[in-house]
């Protein structure tokens, strides 16, 4: 049954990231700028960090290592998220455009297909920086570094869904390209600074509707100190997420009324 319903889509995604990897090979130079670029800036706010600490030994209880391994974690998490589902921001448009029509033709998951079809090359960055990262913090230690790449594919896969079903609102009301925007922003907002500063509404809010703690938080207290329930707890979310995302997608599908956009991808 395994290889019937997941080794399908798995293979769909593996095809889509080596087909959308050798295009951005075509461009090698605009594609070395975009994650070079976006890795500079992840500097910068290494840097802005690095002064904070400078006149404290602590925030909130989180010392400048502490900050650092969440905001690998976030990075490495927004980083291969794009870089696998490249379109999981782009739903509103391709709905609104018609060429969602497109994907509707395939004959595997639409689902899967409409998120996966492009990569975003600036996600690189993001990503190889917080390796970089968590390798200067952690050192060659194998279990923290298993259960890092564990946590940023679940993380990926929770923040895809949550970004996927405030996009898929457009389903339901029209242009939901705000509503995307400002969940990923307090998404991103939310995951890089230290728990400990957030009132206890907001923390309500990042282990409920914005689940931040399931992406940074909760896993780098699992890295830092392992706790088996825990962290397959973390794993449930994240499968839950994922299914949770689907659902909404093909409930709104069924209110979708063709663009009648003529095309098809090769």
């Given at each position: 049954?395994?290889?019937?319903?997941?080794?399908p889509?798995?293979r769909l995604i593996?095809?889509?990231?080596?087909?959308n990897?050798?295009?951005?090979?075509?461009y090698?130079a605009?594609?070395?700028m975009?994650a070079v670029?976006?890795?500079?800036?992840?500097?910068?706010?290494?840097?802005?960090?690095?002064?904070?600490?400078?006149?404290?030994?602590?925030?909130?209880?989180y010392?400048?290592?502490?900050?650092?391994s969440?905001w690998?974690l976030?990075?490495?998490?927004?980083g291969?998220l794009?870089?696998?589902?490249?379109?999981?921001?782009?739903?509103?448009?391709?709905?609104?455009?018609?060429e969602l029509?497109?994907?509707?033709?395939?004959p595997?998951?639409p689902y899967i297909h409409?998120?996966?079809?492009?990569?975003n090359f600036?996600?690189?960055?993001?990503?190889?920086?917080?390796?970089?990262?968590?390798?200067f913090?952690?050192?060659?230690?194998?279990?923290k570094?298993l259960?890092?790449?564990?946590?940023?594919?679940?993380?990926?896969?929770?923040?895809?869904?949550?970004?996927?079903?405030?996009?898929?609102?457009?389903?339901y009301?029209?242009d939901?390209?705000?509503?995307t925007?400002?969940?990923?922003?307090?998404?991103?907002n939310?995951?890089?600074?230290p728990?400990s500063?957030?009132?206890?509404g907001?923390?309500?809010?990042?282990?409920?509707i914005?689940?931040?703690?399931?992406v940074?938080?909760?896993?780098?207290?699992?890295?830092?100190?392992?706790?088996?329930?825990?962290?397959?707890?973390?794993f449930?979310?994240?499968?839950?997420?994922?299914?949770l995302?689907?659902?909404v997608?093909?409930?709104?599908?069924?209110r979708?009324a063709?663009?009648n956009r003529?095309?098809?991808?090769?």
């Open positions: 049954m395994w290889k019937r319903s997941v080794l889509h798995l593996w095809d889509y990231f080596r087909t990897l050798a295009s951005a090979m075509e090698r605009s594609f070395l975009q670029g976006m890795a500079i800036n992840d500097v910068f706010f290494l840097f802005f960090w690095w002064m904070v600490f400078q006149q404290s030994s602590s925030l909130g209880g010392e400048f290592n502490d900050v650092m969440i690998a976030s990075a490495s998490t927004f291969l794009h870089i696998f589902f490249g379109n999981v921001r782009k739903l509103n448009g391709l709905v609104q455009s018609g029509d497109i994907f509707l033709l395939q595997r998951d409409a998120h996966t079809a492009r990569m600036s996600a690189w960055g993001d990503f190889v920086y917080a390796l970089l990262l968590f390798l913090i952690s050192g060659f230690h194998p279990g570094w259960l890092f790449l564990l946590f940023t594919i679940g993380g990926a896969l929770l923040l895809g869904a949550v970004l996927s079903m405030a996009d898929a609102l457009v389903f009301w029209g939901s390209s705000g509503v925007r400002l969940v990923t922003e307090f998404m991103l939310f995951s890089l600074y728990e500063i957030f009132r206890p907001v923390k309500w809010i990042i282990y409920t914005l689940p931040t703690a399931f940074v938080f909760i896993p780098y207290r699992v890295i830092q100190h392992f706790n088996l329930p825990v962290c397959l707890g973390v449930a979310v994240d499968i839950f997420a994922v299914l995302a689907r659902k997608f093909n409930s709104g599908l069924k979708y063709s663009g003529m095309g098809a991808r090769m």
